[in-house]
């Protein structure tokens, strides 16, 4: 390794681009390449819907990432509903009543971080990559952040994590102004809704940051998750306009979700890009390659673990990961340590039981159909909608994935319930 390591990060996402600044910032010299330019990623149309939680706010803050967070309507709670024959109404806060989770379009936030590393000193390359090996020559280390394309396929799968062989959920989401305020009086402020459809879906809004060259403004996001061929699956055409998908999403949601269709009634798309549609297959990767020159590649973000939306992990397993490889890299080079593949290994062997091990787990099993969905669960949810605290449990599992072996496990799950007094039989 050079006296002055050199490292390659290929991707212009939330963990390339935290883990560049991060390293720039401590003198490290860095190369990204991204696929488009700044102002190409302006001008697009979203590629996610994103909720971070205060775990990974905190990452962001640590490394000057937190651009547009103090601009960005704070999230102070969840609401589950699951109508039905018994339905239910859960309103959680957790760790949001002291830290509200946010949510900015990474259509503002990554090309402002992709122009802070260039101020910083990073060098960047706008192209599409082809061959890792003739790229990374000449560097210590190169981080594959380039998202679920024809790089991640150079990591293999872990086969062990593939559940299924294709999406289990169509998407749709739009960025829309004049979506009204949750009302609820449960929260204090603003806050994500969750319509839970047994085997149909999920429908949620969540209370966001967006812009254009005129400047910043609070809008609000629509994300349906719709079981193939199911009664939520109604944007598979892609001509459709963002206007028209809108005034379809209205239908689903007057349908569906009854109480959010009145918050968008009269929403309007917020810019000429502002739906997309597409569909996850959720994907476990071997996080490290050794390359045929010698160079180790790792990736990160959703090249190593792609995860459904519907549990709100990518983008903070992605910030999570940036800021640990960030600790972990930078500790090699203080110690005068290579930045080897025996190294990488042990690094994401750790990393991964630690953290994305829990998030990919609690993301599958949130798109599991409800023939798989252990009895004690709907007890749980009943149990949350009577007594705070296990809703206050339960969305603190979405900051930290790794809580929630009460959820999982029906013994652990059924004296919990015995301690808050809970009625609800957990194996009926």
Request: net charge neutral; no cysteine.
């Amino acid at each position: 390794m050079h006296d002055s390591p050199r490292i390659l990060v290929v991707g212009a996402g939330q963990a390339g681009l935290g883990l560049a600044r991060g390293l720039l910032a401590h003198g490290v010299e860095v190369t990204v390449v991204s696929a488009q330019t700044p102002q190409q990623m302006r001008r697009q149309r979203p590629r996610s819907t994103q909720v971070k939680f205060p775990r990974a706010l905190a990452v962001d803050r640590r490394w000057g990432n937190d651009l547009y967070d103090d601009q960005a309507p704070p999230i102070t709670g969840l609401q589950v509903r699951v109508p039905g024959l018994q339905p239910l109404d859960l309103v959680g806060r957790g760790p949001l009543a002291d830290t509200p989770a946010r949510s900015v379009d990474q259509r503002l936030v990554m090309p402002a971080l992709l122009e802070a590393v260039e101020r910083a000193g990073g060098r960047t390359r706008y192209e599409q990559v082809t061959d890792l090996a003739v790229l990374a020559d000449g560097y210590d280390l190169v981080v594959v952040t380039a998202g679920r394309g024809p790089l991640a396929e150079r990591f293999p799968v872990d086969r062990r994590w593939q559940r299924y062989d294709r999406p289990q959920r169509h998407l749709f989401l739009a960025y829309v102004d004049g979506m009204r305020g949750v009302a609820d009086p449960r929260l204090p402020g603003p806050g994500v809704t969750m319509t839970m459809l047994p085997g149909a879906g999920e429908l949620f809004t969540i209370p966001a940051l967006s812009g254009d060259d005129a400047g910043t403004r609070q809008v609000g996001m629509l994300l349906v998750e719709a079981v193939p061929g199911g009664p939520l699956d109604r944007f598979g055409d892609a001509n459709l306009g963002p206007a028209e998908a809108l005034d379809t999403a209205r239908e689903v949601y007057r349908e569906f979700a009854p109480a959010d269709h009145d918050r968008i009634r009269t929403a309007t798309p917020a810019d000429q890009w502002s739906t997309a549609t597409g569909a996850v297959l959720p994907t476990v990767r071997e996080p490290v390659l050794e390359l045929p020159n010698g160079v180790t590649a790792l990736a990160a973000g959703d090249t190593w673990v792609t995860q459904d939306p519907v549990a709100a992990q990518g983008s903070n397993t992605a910030t999570v990961t940036y800021g640990a490889l960030l600790d972990a890299i930078l500790g090699r080079i203080a110690d005068g340590r290579a930045l080897d593949a025996a190294w990488a290994r042990r690094f994401t062997a750790q990393l991964f039981a630690a953290t994305l091990a829990p998030a990919a787990r609690w993301s599958l099993s949130m798109i599991a159909p409800p023939d798989q969905v252990p009895p004690h669960v709907p007890a749980l949810l009943a149990a949350g909608a009577r007594f705070p605290q296990v809703a206050d449990r339960l969305v603190a599992g979405f900051d930290d994935p790794a809580t929630l072996g009460w959820f999982a496990d029906p013994d652990r799950a059924r004296e919990y319930l015995r301690r808050v007094g809970a009625e609800a039989p957990v194996n009926a």
